[in-house]
């Protein structure tokens, strides 16, 4: 039998995070609202009546480590499971030891890290073991399993929300590591508590980041052979960029744009700006938050102030022409400009309710008087006929009648008193005033 090394035998090679990793109940940190006495998941684990359920939080909050507790504390068989590396036939496999270890007696969670990503079939193939009791289901995602999870298999879950874990819960966790035997308990470190709490700040609620970078900063402290000392200076030097919690591809990317968007839209430039630097420096596309101005500039502002239409394309222009990080001046712009403009949506709301009678009357014919006559028989059917040509009046407006007669008194676009749109107003208000004045000569 090979004897294990020095090395081996300290497990000197598993990160701190795996090593810290807890084990009871009374080591996890934080999601006081689901463990706390009292609360509803605490009651389950703690009567043996656990249910299949769906852990839905960012990473590094303790999905799979609350997820081997339960199975710990109920004493259950715990096989984990990777939606990025499995297939419908590694889970009939699964399955199978599953339901012979049922007839034996013993309860298996099944824990399913990454869930979301598995697709329908996949996700099918839980359905019958979830639902004869042959398996208990957790799974872990960083998405909004409404989205993503088979309404069916999410029928069968419970659900339940983990959040990111406070400074506080970091801070606890990181002086948890500085004493423990596992951790660096053995070492003599000097690390102040504002340097702990830089890089409880650093992580954004993350545990495994947290303790990943403590890791970092120590085995790159000042060593004077028996101690170890980690300043701010070596924090720094460590954390070159801060890690923000974004996935272009996931909710947050959604959160974000909507705060952006909906920061603009209370003209408030501050929160704007703050929410346009939390996409650019997570690394967002520049191209795609200019496209989202964009519509912001007709959806929000209009004919409040038409130039931001000009301004919201020009801005696309330039993010695509210098890109990052020149840019993000270029967006700064844009954002605080849209953000103290005065505010319309009056076109936004126009095309809400022209498509829904557009959807309700796409058999409406186009009237004949709009319609070209460009040959004979076109002429012959009265294509065209009555149609009047706005420049050959004094006022450039005839009376016309340009919408199908089912609609003839619909007015969709309702403009504002905002900004240049007044002027807008104005004018519309005069021109129905001389179509009805001049419908009947």
Known sequence: MRQ?????????????????????????????QLLGEGSVLRRMIDSDQVPSMIFWGPPGVGKTTLARIIAGKTKSKFIDFSAVTSGIKEIKEVMAQAETSRMLGERT??????????????????LPYV?????????????????????????????????????DDLKSLLHRALSDPRGFGG??????????????????????VALNTLEMVVLNGKSDGVKTTVTREIVEQCVSKKSLLYDKNGEEHYNLISALHKSMRNSDPDAALYWLARMLEAGEDPLYVARRLIRFASEDIGMADSRAITLATSVYQACHDIG??????????????????????????AYGRVKKDALEQLAEPVPLQLRNAPTRLMEELHYGEGYQYAHDTEEKITTLQCLPDSLEEKEYYRPTTQGTEARVKERLEQIKEWKRQNRGK
């Not at 709490?197 to 650093?202: S, V």
């Open 4 to 32: 294990q090394s020095f090395f081996e035998q300290r497990e000197y090679n598993n990160p701190l995070a795996s090593r810290l990793r807890p084990a009871m109940l009374d080591e996890f940190v934080g999601q006081r």
């Open 109 to 126: 969670i099944l824990f399913v890290d990454e869930i979301h990503r598995f697709n329908k079939a996949q996700q099918d193939a839980f």
């Open 131 to 167: 639902e004869k009791g042959s398996i208990i289901l957790i799974g872990a995602t960083t998405e909004n399993p409404s989205f993503e999870i088979n309404s069916a298999l999410l029928s069968r879950c419970k659900v339940f929300v983990l959040q990111a874990l406070s400074a």
């Open 187 to 208: 070492q003599e470190i000097e690390i102040g508590d504002g340097v702990l709490e830089m890089i409880a700040n650093f992580a954004n609620g993350d545990a495994r």
């Open 324 to 349: 990052m990080p020149e840019c993000n001046v270029n967006l700064a712009h844009a954002v605080v400009y849209f953000s103290l403009a005065p505010k319309s949506n009056a076109l936004y709301t």
